[in-house]
């Protein structure tokens, strides 16, 4: 499908006002756009220990939405569920891509160190493919929770030692710039917004756990439509029932994401609004730590 600059200009302004920035940088957004919608920038998207959740939601992208995303931009260099091509096609596309280097790697899933053919791309071990697409890679951006700090497949008693893609990579003495998109899954405009940022504007500012600040820079809880009910103490006693969800388990009081403002499918609803507890699925801690509180109640005050 052709396209005018004026189609790219709109997806960047679209794109920036997702991630919640200036109109500055709209000519370099439209710029990664329409590299990308040529297959000049070179995305490789690898899956490890994943459900594939990540991918999924990536496809609920808005802003450009699934069919532009698709038609438009997503030529990415391979991906693991997305790509057209399949078998041998696919390995050779991948491994000419590795070869010729400089490409943004994305990372879905984590890594099983102790059990590496728990996870096979083609007949090769995530973990060795990882290491070699990472290498050559320019820059890699770690999707969801499982990539980024371990995730669900971590949870105890994680018998396939399964560790995050920065664990694998600082094994492998890999020094790469390494971007952090937690969340489980991530929302479809931090990602589709970063990977352009990281196209063609760069590195965006980051946290002590590599999380994107302009992303993850405030707590769920100071934005939520709660928060007023959180200082009269109206808490809801059951799902689904009105009030805050601090007494049946929210995490959004020590939860970083702009879920809160920004919402999910469109901005139709997100966990809170739906009555439920936040879970905390972009934590660093989430599912892995024994003590983690997917469901308990909040007794006391706000946790430490
Ligand atoms: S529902 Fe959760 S995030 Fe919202 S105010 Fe209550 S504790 Fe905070
Ligand atoms: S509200 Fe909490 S559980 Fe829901 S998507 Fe956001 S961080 Fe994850």
């Given at each position: 499908m052709a396209m005018d600059r004026r189609t790219f200009l709109k997806d960047a302004g679209l794109l920036l006002a997702g991630l919640g920035l200036g109109p500055a940088l709209r000519p370099q957004f439209a710029q990664a756009l329409e590299e990308l919608a040529a297959g000049r920038a070179p995305v490789l998207w690898l899956q490890g220990q994943s459900c594939s959740g990540c991918s999924v939601s990536l496809l609920n992208s808005e802003r450009p939405g699934p069919a532009e995303l698709l038609t438009r931009y997503l030529s990415l260099y391979f991906h693991q569920t997305l790509s057209a091509a399949t078998g041998d096609a696919a390995r050779e596309a991948l491994e000419r891509a590795i070869e010729a280097g400089g490409y943004l790697l994305v990372t879905e899933g984590s890594v099983p160190l102790a059990v590496p053919e728990a996870c096979l791309v083609g007949h090769e071990p995530y973990g060795r493919l990882l290491e070699r697409a990472a290498r050559r890679a320019k820059a890699v951006l770690s999707v969801g929770t499982c990539a980024c700090f371990g995730g669900i497949p971590a949870a105890p008693p994680n018998r396939t030692g399964a560790a995050p893609t920065a664990q694998a990579l600082a094994k492998a003495g890999i020094t790469v710039p390494l971007v952090h998109l937690p969340g489980c899954p991530p929302h479809p405009a931090w990602m589709v917004g970063n990977v352009v940022h990281l196209l063609r504007v760069g590195m965006p500012a980051l946290d002590e756990h590599l999380r994107p600040v302009r992303t993850y820079?405030?707590?769920?809880h100071d934005q939520c439509p709660h928060f007023a009910e959180y200082g009269r103490q109206e808490?809801?006693?059951?799902?689904?029932?009105?009030?805050?969800?601090f007494k049946l388990g929210c995490q959004g009081v020590i939860t970083h994401a702009d879920c809160s403002h920004r919402g999910w499918n469109g901005g139709v609803n997100w966990c809170v609004r739906a009555r439920a507890p936040c879970v905390g699925c972009a934590r660093p801690d989430f599912a892995r730590d024994p003590a983690y509180a997917f469901y308990r109640l909040n007794e006391g005050g706000v946790p430490a």
């Open positions: 820079g405030q707590l769920l808490f809801a006693t059951a799902l689904g029932g009105p009030g805050c969800q």
